[in-house]
């Protein structure tokens, strides 16, 4: 059996054709739908700026790992926060979006083809103007969770041997990572800086813990203060990056945009800079 | 695929499933908002046991209900107004509503689609609106294609009654208070 005609096709009756004409719709234009993601940024969680991305099974999985590592000490709250980071990733190829996987109707593809099209340009070109201009914007557009998760991470040597985002080598001590990173980074830490590590640690995982409960500006104090404290502290890349976040979070986006730029240029090789190159104007 | 990519990809059926569940034109936008709110929230729990756009559509619905619910009394007043300038008992040229043909045409379906019980509602407008076939929207509703076919035929009922009501009033009452073709077209 198959489908009757439509109406529009068949009908003679003027007023019948009219009424379901009038709403015949095009749908949103692509300005439309950029300005609606432009608000509804802002009303997405705060916590996908340092990997708690709810949209994915994998950021529910970084919570529930980041949460049991609580307790446990920092070294374990790295290596659970790396297991989770690789099963992110490992779900990032394929194991979580099957939506991708699966057709659509055909009526859906027309639009769905026309939105990819505009999506992947206004997709890039909104996250970098959305990424100067409204925090949350950039934020949950997330970059793939395994990347995010690593990099929010306070990348003692733990994380950063365990590392497995695709910018970081595995088996590299974030002093070694430094010494090829650039003028900047070629001044290796003291030693009353390494034996600080902890203490700068527990201070990075607060600033952290802080940003991903929407606390912007404490944490932004809190990682200002841990750069006082700390000033060439083995966490001085990370501390920037989160600070760069919370400026963001904060709606402090041009702050944010040239603490990004300056990182981007005293970091050449800094694993953080694909993070980072988000907030850039 | 970061949630905006998933945001650009299905904008545009989310924003047609509202105005196809009912959400009046000017409040879309907003519902498109809560729609990829509960997404984002809920995204996680997705299970792949249907369809994303059978389970965004299925959201799409909800979210509909809610605002009806929670703005009963101004969607009641609104939907009785665009009645009584469709069907008559208010000069259409004092409504901005209706003051062109086109949107008179458009409040005079909608009143037509609020007659009829969501569920033909969403089969009609998907079907003769939106051009969906009957498989497709058995899909996206995730109900036998029979059940999809059996609402049209009613939804289908009610419309062709309406605009028999219609013409009648057309031809009986005032000119003003009829929906002219000639003024639409």
């Known amino acids: ?281 | 695929m970061d949630f905006r990519a998933f945001y650009d990809h299905h904008v545009r059926f989310v924003w047609r499933a509202l105005l196809r569940t009912g959400v009046p034109e000017h409040e879309v936008p907003d519902a498109v908002q809560d729609v990829f709110v509960v997404v984002h929230r809920k995204l996680p729990e997705f299970e792949a046991r249907s369809k994303i756009t059978t389970w965004l559509f299925a959201i799409c619905i909800r979210v509909a209900a809610d605002r009806r619910r929670l703005a009963h009394g101004r969607y009641e007043v609104l939907a009785a107004h665009v009645t009584e300038c469709a069907f008559g008992g208010e000069s259409a040229a004092d409504d901005p509503l209706v003051q062109t043909a086109k949107q008179r045409a458009r409040a005079t379906l909608e009143s037509i689609l609020d007659r009829m019980p969501d569920e033909q509602r969403i089969v009609f407008a998907l079907f003769e609106l939106d051009g969906m076939t009957g498989n497709e929207i058995a899909e996206l509703l995730d109900v036998p294609v029979g059940t999809i076919r059996s609402r049209l035929r009613l939804a289908r009922a009610t419309f062709e009654q309406s605009v028999a009501r219609l013409h009648s009033r057309e031809a009986a009452s005032a000119p003003s208070l009829a929906l002219r073709p000639s003024e639409v077209l």
């Open chain 1, 1 to 281: 059996m198959s489908d009757p005609v439509r109406l529009l096709s068949t009908t003679r009756d003027g007023t019948a054709r009219a009424l379901l004409d009038s709403a015949l719709s095009p749908g949103p234009t692509n300005a439309e739908c950029d300005a609606q993601w432009s608000l509804l940024a802002r009303k997405l969680p705060q916590a996908v700026v340092v990997g708690a991305a709810a949209g994915t099974a994998g950021g529910a999985l970084a919570k529930v790992g980041a949460s049991k590592a609580v307790g446990v000490g920092i070294g374990a709250l790295v290596k659970g926060a790396v297991i989770v980071a690789v099963l992110g990733s490992a779900a990032a190829v394929g194991l979580t979006r099957p939506w991708e996987s699966r057709g659509e109707p055909a009526y859906l593809a027309a639009s769905s083809a026309s939105s990819a099209s505009s999506a992947s340009s206004a997709s890039s070109a909104s996250s970098a103007s959305s990424a100067s201009s409204a925090v949350p914007a950039a934020a949950a557009s997330a970059v793939p969770l395994a990347v995010v998760e690593a990099s929010a991470l306070p990348d003692v040597p733990v994380a950063a041997s365990a590392r497995v985002g695709a910018d970081a080598p595995a088996s590299r001590s974030s002093a070694a990572r430094r010494a090829q990173s650039g003028a900047v980074e070629t001044a290796p830490a003291s030693a009353a800086d390494e034996t600080a590590l902890p203490s700068e640690s527990a201070s990075l995982l607060r600033g952290r813990q802080l940003l991903r409960a929407s606390q912007c500006e404490a944490a932004l104090a809190e990682l200002k203060a841990g750069a006082a404290r700390y000033p060439h502290g083995a966490l001085a890349q990370e501390r920037e990056v989160l600070s760069i976040e919370a400026l963001a979070c904060s709606g402090r986006a041009l702050e944010a945009g040239a603490r990004a730029e300056t990182f981007v240029r005293d970091y050449p090789a800094s694993p953080h800079l694909r993070t980072v190159r988000r907030f850039t104007r």
